[in-house]
């Protein structure tokens, strides 16, 4: 059994400090880990950007504390390193929400359709891919596809239908919308920022578009309720560098896994982080904790590798996404 004390917390830090010294491994870790896990490593970001810091890395280990379609992009992107995952059991509800499989049926029903899938998804459906996007990117990709391919390409965009539906509303244009979902993110709903928009007046709004309420606050602004200065549609990177400008004092409700009020407290002690659902937590995101990071450092295990043939084709959505920015 892992348990973790305040005491042996430091202890262990220390420990996986060092078996990542002595391995030459970097240590990744995502904005939603545990906030003892976040504290010890290298890098910690969103899962795009995890993945580029690996690229570029000297290091020859790569132990990615995240999910498992996380340590797969960093294979991919990294073939000739070793990608280590601390809990192969680590997975992910967004990226289980639709198979390689039935995304080869879904093209074959819309023959001619370009894919347009969330990075979130497995080097499998990747490689099925056209262009990968992220929430701080998707609107981006798309607008760029429709003025190099055409105003009526057929787009199939998934897996997430929160994420499809804020790229529609962005756009103006309607695409074909798979219906898969975060569980975390989609119980966000509406009436948490209801309650949190009456509790907090005058807030600022840090929404996940994978957010369940995402669409609901985007109809408070257009009605007038919300104002639109104080809304902001922001991937976790995009959290980030809000935190980084903002004025002291300020108060601001954050809509997305909890795990992300660690580093945004951690950057910006004096603004005040409200979780919009405090139970909005991704217990595959807290499977990853120091004994199972010190273990795989000290074992080499959970090792992550996707099939070269697989990788070579995912590789070409996720550089065309880079490219465009």
Partial sequence: ??????????????EVRALAEERGAVILAHNYQLPEVQDVADFVGDSLALSQQAAKTDADV???????????????????KTVLLPDMDAGCSLADSITAAQLRAWKAKHPGALVV???????????????????????????????EHG??????????????????????????????EC??????????ISAMRESHPGADFLVHPECGCSTSVMEYVAAGDVDAEGVHMLSTG?????????????????ATETGMLHPLQMAR????????????????????????????LRDG????????AIAERARLPIERMVAIG
Wanted: glycine share 6%; hydrophobic share 45%.
């Fill in 183 to 192: 569980h975390v993110h989609a119980g966000i709903r509406p009436s948490d």
């Fill in 62 to 80: 790569i132990a990615f504390c995240g999910v498992h379609f996380m340590a797969e992009t960093a294979s991919v992107l990294s073939p000739h």
């Fill in 301 to 308: 295990s959970g090792v992550v590798k996707v099939p070269e």
């Fill in 269 to 296: 002690p004096d603004i005040d982080f409200v979780a919009a659902n405090e139970e909005a937590a991704c217990r595959f995101m807290k499977m990853i904790t120091l004994p199972k990071l010190r273990d795989t």
């Fill in 1 to 14: 059994m892992n348990l973790l004390t305040l005491e042996s917390v430091p202890a262990l830090q220390a």
């Fill in 151 to 180: 105003p009526d390409t057929e787009i199939l965009f998934g897996p997430d239908m929160f994420l499809g539906a804020y790229v529609e509303k962005q756009v103006g244009r309607k695409m074909h919308v798979w219906d898969g």
């Fill in 117 to 147: 899938m969330y990075v979130n998804t497995t080097a499998e459906v990747k490689a099925e891919t056209d262009y990968c996007v992220t929430s701080s990117n998707a609107v981006q990709v798309v607008e760029h596809i429709y003025r």
């Fill in 238 to 254: 995009g959290m980030m560098t809000w935190a980084a400008q903002a004025p002291a004092g300020a108060t601001a409700i954050m």
